[in-house]
């Protein structure tokens, strides 16, 4: 495996995923629309989530640092680390980003903004002192990949698919129990109606769970970019070794621990043999496993 297969194949899988989160959506639209007769549930309940998402993608960066605690820096305050930015932006012809450290003694780091034009990239403190100059530089890379690789944009997408299937199954639920059977239903539509609503029940677990496959995805495919722009795939996987074995865990919310390098709950990174993780509990997970991602790593050749 080199380190352009591998990220093609990452590239591959997100679009399936994201394929497969459209054709749910319309499965789920047709049928609620069926059920009660109305495709305007379909059409309002489109507007209502890409205006929420929309005005979130504007607004995360500030949100999502502001919560962190995060400070932002300037070439003085950290020569040495505004180089690394500066010199890896050059090798991706990214433009330089805004740099924040968050006072927290947890290695991680996290990108955000809503375009290369406006990204930024926090480290946390714990970050500087653990990692040496290379393992840094992968770090960075990672982040930096997650900007050229338009991930926001990808998680602003999703954000508004699953937008849109919370809202009508939410919608769907509240019609069917608080909304009264009609009378004119016959034996074909009360099934249709049942059908409905396991579909409103089950809907939104099954796009969640897309959700957290595709930021898996992407983070399988930041590594690798990563590794591509370093050129050197041994620091990242020391970076990530000498996170999973950091005993402190990061103040983030479950709505913003995607964002971040790995998973910001100690507790939730699961044990060091990725083989012994349940594989209902990795579909539930943030990112993928520490021991899976450093393998992938380490079985890239330059």
């Known amino acids: ?9 990452n590239v591959r899988k997100t679009w399936a995923l994201l394929m497969g989160f459209f054709v749910l959506i319309i499965a789920i639209g047709w049928t609620f629309s069926y ?22 993608y504007w607004f995360s960066d500030k949100i999502v640092l502001a919560s962190a605690g995060a400070k932002p820096i300037e070439k003085k305050d950290n020569p040495e680390l505004y ?31 809503r375009d290369k034009e406006h990204a930024v990239v926090a480290v946390t403190q714990g970050l500087l002192d653990v990692m040496n100059k290379q393992e840094l530089e992968g770090v ?11 991930d926001m944009l990808v ?24 909304g009264g059977r ?32 595709i930021s898996r995805k992407r983070e399988f495919l930041a590594d690798a970019s990563g590794a591509l722009l370093t050129r050197y795939p041994e620091g990242l996987a020391s970076a990530l070794q000498k996170l999973e074995a950091n005993p402190y ?21 699961g044990e060091k043999d990725s083989k012994k993780i349940p594989w209902v509990t990795k579909l539930f997970m943030t990112h993928p496993p520490i021991e899976e991602r450093i393998k992938v790593l380490r079985q890239m050749s330059v």
């Not at 960075?140 to 338009?150: C, Q, R, V, W, Y």
């Open 182 to 213: 009609r009378d004119d239903r016959d034996s074909g539509g009360n099934i249709m109606f049942f059908l409905g609503i396991a579909g409103a029940i089950l809907a939104p677990i099954a796009a969640t769970l897309i959700q957290l496959a």
């Open 1 to 9: 495996m080199t380190l352009y297969t591998q990220a093609s194949s």
């Open 83 to 113: 180089r690394l930015v500066e010199n890896l932006t050059i090798a991706s012809g990214l433009p330089m980003p805004k740099l924040y450290v968050i006072p927290n003694p947890a290695p991680n780091a996290f990108a955000t903004g």
């Open 155 to 178: 998680s602003t997408v999703v954000v508004v698919l699953v937008g849109v299937i919370s809202l009508l199954a939410d919608w769907f639920l509240r019609m069917s129990f608080f």
């Open 35 to 56: 059920a009660y007769q109305s495709p305007g549930i379909l059409v309002f309940a489109v507007m209502v989530s890409v205006i929420m998402s929309v005005t979130s």
């Open 249 to 269: 865990s990061m103040k983030a919310s479950s709505a913003t621990a995607h964002l971040y390098f790995a998973n910001p709950f100690k507790a939730d990174r």
């Open 140 to 150: 960075l890379a990672h982040e930096l990949s997650h900007i050229g690789n338009k």
